[in-house]
T-cell receptor, first 110, second 114 residues
Framework: GQNIDQPTEMTATEGAIVQINCTYQ??????LFWYQQHAGEAPTFLSY????GLEEKGRFSSFLSRSKGYSYLLLKELQMKDSASYLC???????????FGRGTSLIVHP | GAGVSQTPSNKVTEKGKYVELRCDPI?????LYWYRQSLGQGPEFLIY????????DSGLPNDRFFAVRPEGSVSTLKIQRTERGDSAVYLC????????????FGPGTRLTVT
């Protein structure tokens, strides 16, 4: 089976930087997804990491360490609209079907 | 362009009834996925179609759940003899093909079984 672990909730201040960690245990690991989900809405794709290292995309960056089974999502210059749930998900077994964690609810306050 | 659409947006049904949930993927997307999401949880994979065929149905919880995609576009998730535990948001997603990792999700159908 697969196990995805991420914090349940985090809070941060507008304009700050926040790092959301995710650890995973899975056999046949392919890659690691991050999705953003606002309350009552569908998840939207943020990133997919296959190789070790940091990938930057605007204010969001995602890091992967395959040997440690660890990833993080880094959000810079936080805005109020970044308040959402951030879902970590691992793909394995030769497919891109993600197994999702429970999500981290990020609350950004003024 | 049009995204993934799902109907109905909300469905309330009584325990034991039969329900059908519909998904219209993005035009031209050959891969289609169904998930369900309970409150406070991440989406849970149910079934994946590549074209008309179910390529992976390992996530269907039991034989009360069935899905079809007869023409390789619209898909219907069918739940027989609904139970209160089936209450969840049912999400559909599509992608251009099985080699594409980015999935585009629809708004979901909130199913409530009373």
């Amino acid at each position: 089976g697969q196990n995805i672990d991420q914090p349940t909730e985090m809070t941060a201040t507008e304009g700050a930087i926040v790092q959301i960690n995710c650890t995973y245990q899975t056999s046949g690991f392919n890659g690691l997804f991050w999705y953003q989900q606002h309350a009552g809405e569908a998840p939207t794709f943020l990133s997919y990491n296959v190789l070790d290292g940091l990938e930057e995309k605007g204010r969001f960056s995602s890091f992967l360490s395959r040997s440690k089974g660890y990833s993080y999502l880094l959000l810079k210059e936080l805005q109020m609209k970044d308040s959402a749930s951030y879902l970590c998900a691992a793909a394995s077994g030769g497919s891109y079907i993600p197994t999702f964690g429970r999500g981290t609810s990020l609350i950004v306050h003024p | 362009g049009a995204g993934v659409s799902q109907t109905p947006s909300n469905k309330v049904t009584e325990k034991g009834k039969y329900v059908e949930l519909r998904c219209d993927p993005i035009s031209g997307h050959t891969a289609l996925y169904w998930y369900r999401q309970s409150l406070g949880q991440g989406p849970e994979f149910l079934i994946y179609f590549q074209g008309t065929g179910a390529a992976d149905d390992s996530g269907l919880p039991n034989d009360r759940f069935f899905a079809v995609r007869p023409e390789g576009s619209v898909s219907t998730l069918k739940i027989q003899r609904t139970e209160r535990g089936d209450s969840a948001v049912y999400l559909c997603a599509s992608s251009p093909g099985s080699s594409s990792y980015e999935q585009y999700f629809g708004p979901g159908t909130r199913l409530t079984v009373t």
